[in-house]
C-alpha cells in the first residue's frame, strides 16, 4: 500500500480552517462555558525557531482540548514588537525599526498558520501599532495618577553598550541580560512604577498560585520580593544631630554591635565623614563607584573600606562604637547602614578580622569562639554578655529588645523588602513614549487623553537611532517642542520610551476586545474571559513578566477594571530545546531549523516529536528525537482510518468487546494525562490503542467490525490535539465532517472499564488444588474467605484444623493446615 505523507494534506487542510475558522472564539453568550489559553507572546526576531515550535506546540494542546471539550475558547495571538533588536537592525540597514518589525511578523505570521496553531487570528495584536500603545500611555497616566509612576534620580544600572538604563531585573549576575555587557551605575533621573507598595500583595495572593503554578516560579517570585523581618535600630552619631538608623534582621544581638558600617556611595557617608578622614574618604568611593554590583556582593573578595572618623552610641548600653564606610553594605537596601556584629555574621566577620575591630559573642550556640576561628555563627542559642536579655533565646530575644528600644523611643519592628521600585523608562527609541511633558512654570504635565497616542516620529532612520547616552527622540526638534498643555508656553515631551516589560503587562486583557476604542479593554469582555486559565511559556520569563503582569493586575483590580487579583490560574513553563546538549537559543544561535524540519518530516512529526519526547517542562534534545518513529506512527493511523469501511452510524455496541474495552481505557486514561499536561503518555496510549485495532484489523474481527470503527473515530479524536492535519485528513477518509477539532471529546463507558477477571492460585500445604476467577482489586480478606470456601479446599483439608493463610491477593493464597 501506499505510503502517507503528511505534508501532502498540510495546505488543503489549512485552507479549509481558514474557511471554517474553527478557532474563532464568540464573543456573545452561547450557551457554552469559557476558557482562555494563552501562550507568551513572540517578539519578531526573524522567523519561528525549535524553541517557539516546542513551546505552541505545547500551548496548542490545552486549547484544542477545550474545543474538542465543546466550550468557547479564546486562544489568541499577538506580538511583543518594541524593542532593541528592531532598533540595532534599522541602525545597520538605514531603515525605520517598523520595517524590520513588521516584515518578521509577517513571516512568523505565515510560519505560525502552517504549523496549524489553533489561533483566533481576528485578535492578533502588535505592541508597537499606535492604536495599542495608545492605551500603555493612558495606562501609564493612570498610575500617574495613582503616584504609582514618579521619577526620582539616583543610582541606576546602566549598559554602556546599549546606552540605556536596566531594569534591576534586568542585570543578570552583574551584566545587561540582552546583550552580556557589564552593567554600570550612573546617577540619573528615571521613571519608576511602585511596584514596592504592592510587595506584600505580590507575596501573599501567590497562596492562589500555589500548585497551579511551577513550585520553583514561585519559589523565585518569593525570593525575588525578599520580604525580611527584623527592628530599626536609631544609632545617635556623636557630632550630629539626627540618629542614623539601621536595619537588622538580629536585634537579638544588639550587645554584640561593635562597629557601625555605612555604604560609600551612600548620602549619609559622604555628610557624616569627619574631616581628617575626607581624602581617605573620597579616594575610597572613586574606587568604589567603579566596581559592579557582582563584585560587591561576592563573599570571596577581601573585605574594603575606611574609618569615617566618628562615632556611634549602641542605644542599649551605651557603649561608644567606630564608624565605618565600605561597599559590601548597599546604599539601596534597608537604611544604607548597618550595626556590625562580627561575633554573629560573616561579612562582619571578614571586615572585623581585616581591620583589627573587636569581636564579642553574644548569642552560646555551643560552638568555638568566632574571633578565634574565623567563622562567625548564626543559629540559635544561649544570649549571653547582654544585660537584661541575657539566658533568652533568639526569639525572645528579639521581641524583647524590640520592647525595650520601642519604650526608649529609639527602635521599632520592621520589615523590608528586597524589591526595588521599576525603573521604566528607557533612552532608545523603538518603545511607547512616555506621556509628558515638561514645562518650565507647570513643572511635569501629563498629556491629555484625548491627544493619546503620542506617536512615534516616522522621519527618523539609520543613524538617527544609533545609541547616544540621551534617547534618540531627544534630537527630533521637531516632535520634542511643544505647547504646555497647562499654559500654553513653550514646553518639550519628555523623550525616554517605556520599558517593553509594560507593553506585555497587559497585552492578554487587550484580546478579550482587541478593538475596544474606549479604554484598553472593555471590562465586561475580560469579566467574562480572564482571568487565563493556562498560559504557556518560557521559564525566562519567571520574574520578570510575570511579576509585573501580577502587579499590573493589582493595579486594575484596584482601580475597578478586573474583578481578580492573579491574572493567570494555571501556568506551564516548557522546557528547551537543545542540539546534544546544547540549548537552541538566540545567542548559540538555531542548531537545527525549524522551517527545514518541516520540509524535511511534515509539521505533524515535528509537533508530535516535540511533545512525545517527554513531560513538557523538561528539555528536548533534538538528537535524541526519532521524527522517522513518528511518522511511520502517522503512517499507520492513516492506514486504519482508510481501511475502515464507510458505515458511520453502525452502533459500536455490537462490535468486539475486547477492542472496545480497549478504546474506553483509551478514552479514560487520555483524558486524565491531558489534565495533567502528561501529553507524551497520552500519545503512548494512543499508540497502544492503535495497535490494538491494527491487530483487530489483520488477524481479529476485520475492519467491518463496528468496534473497529469506534476505534478508528477515538484515535483520530484524541490526536486531533497533537497531530491536527493528520487527524484532519483522517477524518475525512473515515466520511466525517471538517473540523474534526469539533467532534466532541469522547466519554467512556464505565461499564467497559471494568477490568476483566483475573486468576488466583489456591494452594493447601504448598500443593495446588483450585484456581478462583476473582476481580482484580479484590481484597486480602474477601480472596480469604472465597479460597476457604473452595470445596476443593475443603477436600484437600480433609478436616485438618488451619495453621496459617497466607494471602497474596490477587495471585496466590496458601493455605498451612495444622498437623
Ligand atoms: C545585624 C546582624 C547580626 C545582621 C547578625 C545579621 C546577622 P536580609 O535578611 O537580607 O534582610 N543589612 C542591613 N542593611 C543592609 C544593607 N543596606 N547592605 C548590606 N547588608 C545590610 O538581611 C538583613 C541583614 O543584612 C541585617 O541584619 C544587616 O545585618 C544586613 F548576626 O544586622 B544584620
Ligand atoms: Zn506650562
Not at 442 to 456: I, K, N
Not at 713 to 737: N, Q
Not at 812 to 818: A, D
Request: aromatic share 10%; glycine share 8%.
Amino acid at each position: 500500500d501506499e505510503q502517507y505523507d503528511p505534508r501532502a494534506v498540510q495546505d488543503k487542510w489549512q485552507a479549509v480552517w481558514a474557511e471554517l475558522e474553527p478557532f474563532k472564539a464568540v464573543e456573545e453568550d452561547d450557551g457554552r462555558e469559557r476558557r482562555y489559553a494563552l501562550d507568551m507572546f513572540p517578539y519578531p526576531s526573524g522567523d519561528l525557531h525549535m524553541g517557539h515550535a516546542e513551546a505552541f506546540a505545547i500551548g496548542d494542546v490545552p486549547a484544542r482540548y477545550w474545543l474538542q471539550k465543546g466550550f468557547n475558547v479564546l486562544h489568541p495571538i499577538g506580538w511583543d514588537s518594541f524593542g532593541l533588536p528592531a532598533e540595532n537592525a534599522a541602525i545597520k540597514r538605514n531603515s525605520h525599526p517598523a520595517e524590520w518589525t513588521y516584515a518578521n511578523i509577517d513571516t512568523q505570521a505565515g510560519s505560525f498558520k502552517r504549523y496549524a496553531a489553533s489561533f483566533d487570528w481576528s485578535r492578533r495584536l502588535h505592541t508597537s501599532d499606535p492604536e495599542y500603545y495608545r492605551w500603555t500611555q493612558w495606562l501609564f497616566l493612570r498610575f500617574y495618577e495613582r503616584g504609582l509612576a514618579y521619577r526620582k534620580g539616583g543610582h541606576v544600572n546602566w549598559c554602556p553598550n546599549d546606552q540605556t538604563v536596566l531594569a534591576n531585573e534586568q542585570v543578570v549576575g552583574g551584566h545587561c541580560e540582552r546583550c552580556g555587557a557589564l552593567v554600570e551605575k550612573r546617577v540619573l533621573t528615571q521613571w519608576y512604577f511602585k511596584i514596592t507598595e504592592y510587595a506584600d500583595r505580590l507575596l501573599d495572593d501567590m497562596a492562589q498560585l500555589e500548585g497551579k503554578w511551577p513550585e520553583r516560579v514561585l519559589l523565585m517570585q518569593r525570593n525575588w520580593i525578599g520580604r525580611s523581618t527584623g527592628a530599626d535600630v536609631d544609632f545617635v552619631i556623636e557630632g550630629r544631630d539626627a540618629p542614623v538608623t539601621v536595619y537588622t534582621t538580629r536585634p537579638d544581638t544588639l550587645y554584640g554591635a561593635t562597629f557601625m558600617v555605612v555604604a560609600a556611595d551612600a548620602e549619609l557617608a559622604e555628610e557624616i565623614c569627619a574631616p581628617e578622614q575626607r581624602t581617605a574618604f573620597e579616594a575610597y568611593r572613586e574606587e568604589v563607584s567603579r566596581e559592579s554590583e557582582i563584585e560587591r556582593l561576592s563573599t570571596e573578595r577581601d573585605k574594603t573600606g575606611v574609618f569615617l572618623g566618628r562615632h556611634a552610641i549602641n542605644p542599649v548600653n551605651g557603649e561608644r562604637i567606630p564608624v565605618w564606610a565600605s561597599d559590601y553594605v548597599l546604599a539601596e537596601y534597608g537604611h544604607g547602614a548597618i550595626m556590625a556584629v562580627p561575633a554573629h555574621d560573616q561579612r562582619d566577620l571578614d571586615f572585623a578580622l581585616k581591620f583589627g575591630l573587636p569581636v564579642r559573642t553574644v548569642v552560646d550556640t555551643g560552638e568555638p569562639d568566632p574571633g578565634q576561628t574565623g567563622v562567625a555563627t548564626a543559629g540559635d542559642g544561649r544570649i549571653v554578655n547582654s544585660g537584661p536579655i541575657n539566658d533568652l533565646s533568639k526569639a525572645d530575644g528579639i521581641a524583647t529588645i524590640i520592647e525595650i528600644l520601642a519604650r526608649q523611643g529609639n527602635g521599632k519592628a520592621s520589615v523590608n523588602f528586597r524589591l526595588r521600585d521599576w525603573l521604566v523608562s528607557r533612552q532608545r527609541f523603538w518603545g511607547c513614549p512616555i506621556p509628558i511633558i515638561h514645562c518650565d512654570a507647570c513643572g511635569e504635565v501629563p498629556v491629555p487623553d484625548d491627544q493619546l497616542p503620542v506617536r512615534l516620529p516616522e522621519n527618523l532612520r539609520g543613524a538617527d537611532l544609533s545609541p547616544k547616552g540621551t534617547s534618540p527622540l531627544a534630537a527630533a526638534a521637531d516632535w520634542v517642542n511643544v505647547e504646555c498643555p497647562k499654559c500654553g508656553g513653550a514646553a518639550k515631551r519628555d523623550t525616554d520610551t517605556m520599558d517593553t516589560f509594560v507593553d506585555s503587562s497587559w497585552y492578554y486583557y487587550r484580546y478579550c476586545s482587541p478593538d475596544y476604542t474606549d479604554g484598553p479593554f472593555d471590562v465586561e469582555a475580560v469579566r467574562k474571559w480572564g482571568p487565563v486559565d493556562q498560559y504557556t511559556g518560557g521559564v525566562e520569563h519567571a520574574i520578570l513578566h510575570l511579576l509585573y503582569s501580577r502587579f499590573f493586575t493589582k493595579v486594575l483590580h484596584d482601580m475597578g477594571m478586573v474583578d481578580f487579583t492573579e491574572p493567570f490560574t494555571r501556568l506551564l513553563n516548557q522546557g528547551q530545546v537543545i542540539l546534544n546538549a546544547k540549548a537552541m537559543s538566540k545567542t548559540t544561535g538555531n542548531l537545527v531549523d525549524l522551517g527545514q524540519q518541516i520540509d524535511e518530516f511534515g509539521v505533524d512529526v515535528v509537533r508530535l516529536a516535540m511533545l512525545f519526547s517527554g513531560p513538557p517542562e523538561d528539555d528536548i534534545d533534538w538528537a535524541d528525537v526519532s521524527p522517522h518513529g513518528m511518522s511511520k506512527f502517522l503512517s499507520r493511523v492513516h492506514r486504519i482510518a482508510s481501511e475502515v469501511a464507510s458505515d458511520a452510524g453502525v452502533d459500536p455496541s455490537a462490535g468486539s468487546v475486547d477492542l472496545r474495552r480497549v478504546t474506553h481505557r483509551t478514552i479514560s486514561e487520555a483524558t486524565m494525562l491531558v489534565e495533567a499536561e502528561r501529553f507524551n503518555v497520552a500519545i503512548s496510549r494512543i499508540m497502544e490503542l492503535v495497535n490494538a485495532t491494527r491487530k483487530a484489523i489483520d488477524s481479529g474481527p476485520g475492519a467491518a467490525d463496528p468496534a473497529v470503527r469506534e476505534a478508528a473515530e477515538t484515535i483520530t479524536i484524541l490526536l486531533s490535539l497533537f497531530a491536527p492535519y493528520t487527524a484532519e485528513d483522517a477524518w475525512s477518509l473515515l466520511s466525517r465532517t471538517a473540523p474534526v477539532i469539533k467532534a466532541g471529546w469522547p466519554t467512556a463507558d464505565p461499564a467497559l472499564l471494568v477490568q476483566e477477571s483475573v486468576t488466583c492460585v489456591v494452594q493447601v500445604a504448598g500443593k495446588v488444588k483450585d484456581r478462583l476467577e476473582i476481580p482484580p482489586d479484590i481484597s486480602d480478606a474477601d480472596l480469604e474467605a472465597q479460597a476457604l470456601a473452595s470445596p476443593k479446599v475443603q477436600e484437600a483439608l480433609n478436616g485438618a484444623g488451619i495453621a496459617k493463610v497466607i494471602v497474596r491477593a490477587p495471585k496466590i493464597v496458601n493455605i498451612v493446615p495444622q498437623r
